[in-house]
């Protein structure tokens, strides 16, 4: 099993910017893929942000590229997702999620490839 701990969400402007982190736990060796999904009222969860773990190849949807960073701290087991130009769409509770597998094309976006999943962190972006 894999514990997945978000933290760094919280209330900020449009324009400005937050970043969340999310460390993870037990086993880890078995982590090939962490991302981040998103999930605003009302509507399911959407993919934001992935890297994976040792190639550090990273993927994002058109919504977030150039806005969000996802990176990584082998060393302490821990993943981040830099998120600049917020804006009030953006609002929403971000989860931490990790995959016991290398993904590849399309299996980032959907959930049912990853394994593990945070409790999530609220960001919210006021106009």
């Known amino acids: 099993q894999v514990q997945l701990v978000e933290s760094g969400g919280g209330l900020v402007q449009a324009g400005g910017s937050l970043r969340l982190s999310c460390v993870a736990s037990g086993r880890t060796s078995s982590t090939y893929t962490m991302g981040w999904f998103r999930q605003a009222p009302g509507k399911g969860r959407e993919f934001v942000a992935g890297?994976?773990?040792?190639?550090?190849?990273?993927n994002y949807p058109d919504s977030v590229k150039d806005r969000f960073t996802i990176s990584r701290d082998s060393a302490k087991n821990t993943v981040y997702l830099q998120m600049n130009s917020l804006k009030p769409e953006d609002t929403a509770v971000y989860y931490c999620a990790a995959a016991s597998r290398p993904l590849y094309g399309s299996t980032w976006y959907f959930e049912t490839w990853w394994n593990y999943w945070g409790q999530g962190t609220q960001v919210t972006v006021s106009s």
């Open positions: 890297i994976g773990w040792s190639v550090g190849n990273t």
